[in-house]
């Protein structure tokens, strides 16, 4: 009786609710599942900033509405965290906002800057979002593919000029999800002269800045020349500290960009809680050693599950930064994860599912116990020496 809005049937359906029943049913047989698929931390939020949630949310004024862009102590905390972490300076009153987690953020931009028929460029494989967000403001997708021979960054002289000059936007999103490569600096610097060249707006989604191995600090867009100009970044508490449930995240950068996404949240929603913004206070403003000790728990788990996939014949490198293992596995990725949940129990995302250059891999997220992935790689052994 009531059909979808041509926009939201133009958004592809959802790739994995076949992995998802196949995975449920073997939990209801007994199995026990190893779950690689999702991106969700298995670590505790620290415990110091759960327990400055708990004391501003006994606070009256903590309680109210609060304010589209963040309390002002968010936003310079947010600013002082960018300043240590990547040299960055930002004006907190208006180069930051707050946002109700990355997601919210990225998925409202295109309603604020894309007209009907405009394009949007978005990497593939990529994070859903970023075409699902250009479909909802009726803009069209034009997929920038990320192949293994260019590092897994797109080829942005190969953009036709037609679809430079009327794309608005331009995603970008290092350290990646889900191939786990990273931006060198030349490469951030030719995205900044392409979107200056063409006056698009650069969209950098950073959610994973922070989780980085072997010494490697991942840039912010923001420290590159003329970056304000035509750039904003999306950040998140969420993977940084572990608060993937709490809704946390801030967008900074150019003024113009962030007043006109402002615009579209101030007739969407109504700001973060306070209570909130008082723990990612101090999840920011803590100490850094609580993100160290993240990145070191993921870099021994990377280690072992790439040498594991190794041993048993799984192409995968170790990336320098994410949680996700990237593995070539060279045939159909679906046909090879529903062998994986059928055969060993083992659960991964099918790399087709971000976008059809991902077909071939398979992505491992890296949340879960080294234990589990000593188990996993049991599994794997058997099953792929016999
Ligand atoms: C996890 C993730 C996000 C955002 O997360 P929020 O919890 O909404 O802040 C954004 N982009 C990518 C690529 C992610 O993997």
Redesign the pocket.
């Known amino acids: 009786m009531f059909k979808l809005a041509e926009r939201l049937e133009k958004i592809p359906p959802y790739l994995f609710a076949e992995i998802d029943a196949m995975k449920k049913k073997k939990m209801q047989e007994g199995v026990e599942v190893i779950d690689f698929g999702v991106?969700d931390p298995d670590l505790p939020t620290p415990e110091h900033i759960v327990e400055a949630l708990k004391k501003a949310a006994e606070r009256v004024e903590r309680q109210k509405y609060p304010s589209y862009e963040g309390m002002l102590s968010f936003r310079e905390s947010v600013a002082r965290f960018y300043k240590r972490r990547k040299g960055v300076e930002l004006d907190p009153e208006s180069e930051v906002i707050s946002l109700i987690?990355?997601?919210?953020g990225?998925a409202h931009l295109p309603l604020a800057f894309v007209n009907n028929g405009d394009y949007v460029l978005v990497p593939e494989p990529g994070?859903p979002v970023y075409y699902a967000s250009t479909l909802l403001a009726d803009g069209i997708p034009y997929e920038m593919p990320l192949k293994e021979e260019n590092n897994f960054l797109p080829d942005l002289q190969s953009i036709p000029d037609d679809v430079a000059r009327k794309a608005k936007i331009m995603f970008l999103?290092y350290p990646n999800?889900p191939t786990a490569a990273v931006a060198p600096k030349d490469f951030i610097k030719e995205a900044i002269d392409f979107c200056m060249d063409n006056k698009i707006i650069l969209a950098h989604?950073a959610?994973y800045s922070e989780i980085t191995f072997d010494g490697y600090k991942a840039p912010s867009f923001l420290e590159f020349d003329n970056a304000f100009e035509v750039c904003i970044e999306f950040n998140?508490l969420?993977?940084t500290y572990n608060m993937?449930g709490w809704r946390i995240?801030f967008a900074c950068g150019n003024k113009e960009i962030l007043a006109g996404l402002l615009k579209v949240k101030t007739n969407v929603d109504s700001g973060v809680f306070e209570a909130i913004q008082e723990a990612a206070i101090a999840a920011m403003d803590g100490p850094d050693s609580v993100i160290d000790e993240n990145c070191r728990v993921y870099q021994r788990r990377r280690d072992l599950l790439v040498e594991g996939l190794n041993e048993v014949g799984i192409e995968a490198e170790k990336p320098k930064a994410t949680f996700y293992v990237w593995a070539k596995v060279n045939r159909n990725s679906v046909d090879f994860v529903k062998q994986l949940i059928d055969k060993a129990g083992i659960v991964a995302t099918p790399g087709v599912g971000f976008g059809k250059s991902g077909e071939g891999y398979v992505r491992f997220a890296l949340t879960r116990g080294e234990e589990v992935i000593e188990k996993a790689i049991e599994r794997l052994k058997k099953l792929l020496h016999k």
């Open positions: 991106g987690g990355s997601k919210e990225i994070y999103n999800n989604d959610a998140s969420s993977k993937t995240g």
